[in-house]
């Protein structure tokens, strides 16, 4: 199964409840013209209008608490896995065990899973916080 296939999924199983000309909120904090791309076509395929939502990494949290809270939440969101444990506070919907897929490792899986639940499919892997330091001024950097 493709990234493609589960974006596809994701936005699907949040979708099957919606009327065709209802709207979408997609909030996501990842950008990229394949991520776009991917999404026109989406809303093109399935005759449904989406609003995007990007929020930068450190805003993020909080912008999707203040959401809930207004009764605006958003009904797709792109985020990273560390945001997995408030699948309580944001009302995250458990996804299937049947779509979990056997070409993404139970590695993978776990970072999505919480409380025994999958609460979301993971798209892209990766952890992308770099330490960068001074060799001027740090003779021996940490390991761990």
């Known amino acids: 199964m493709t990234r493609l296939t589960l974006l596809y999924i994701v936005l699907l199983l949040t979708s099957y409840t919606v009327q065709a000309e209802a709207d979408i909120k997609f909030v996501f904090t990842h950008e990229g013209s394949k991520f776009s791309k991917l999404i026109d076509e989406f809303s093109a395929r399935e005759g449904i209008k989406i609003e995007r939502v990007w929020e930068a990494q450190g ?33 995250y919907s458990a996804i299937p065990l049947e779509l979990r897929t056997e070409n993404i490792s139970d590695n993978i899986w776990q970072s999505a899973t919480s409380d025994g639940q999958i609460y979301g ?24």
């Open 59 to 91: 805003d993020l949290r909080l912008s999707l608490l203040e959401l809930i809270e207004r009764g605006n939440a958003p009904d797709v969101v792109l985020i990273p896995g560390d945001h997995i444990g408030l699948h309580k506070l944001m009302n």
């Open 121 to 144: 499919a993971p798209i892209m892997q990766g952890n992308h916080l770099m330490l960068y330091y001074n060799k001027r001024y740090i003779t021996e950097p940490a390991k761990t």
